[in-house]
């Protein structure tokens, strides 16, 4: 089962807004139907909240790992992009996010499913 315990931050090290943007290229999930794994590229980009109210970041290490805690798990797209969405939200409070996975093509299908947080300026939606 997806484990959000594995998550870790550090203080966001600004008070001025910046965007950070972390691309996983190699994710993995279970197909809940077949059973067949899933691949996909996952993007997250989110704005931390400022330094001075106590913003974090996400630890990459720590997000590699949450990453691969899917690796046994059989779920949706759908329910893989929200359920990433809802951890790191929970974690960081970022002032917005967007999750963004984009799925290996299956029976001449690709998916692409994006899950926000907060209000997203329309430039860093895609």
């Not at 998550?7 to 943007?21: A, K, M």
């Not at 001075?52 to 630890?59: I, S």
């Amino acid at each position: 089962m997806p484990n959000a315990s594995l998550l870790e931050t550090f203080p966001t090290p600004s008070d001025t807004p910046f965007v950070i943007e972390h691309i996983a290229e190699e994710f993995t999930s279970l197909c809940p139907k077949t059973g067949h794994p899933d691949f996909g590229v996952i993007t997250v980009r989110f704005e931390p909240a400022p330094g001075k109210a106590g913003g974090v970041c996400v630890e990459l290490k720590s997000l590699k790992l949450y990453f691969q805690s899917f690796r046994t798990e059989g779920i949706f797209y759908e329910a893989v992009t929200n359920r990433i969405r809802d951890d790191l939200a929970a974690c960081m409070k970022p002032t917005w996010m967007v999750v963004k996975t984009e799925w290996s093509g299956r029976g001449g299908i690709r998916s692409v499913v994006r899950a926000t947080h907060g209000v997203v300026p329309g430039v860093w939606v895609g």
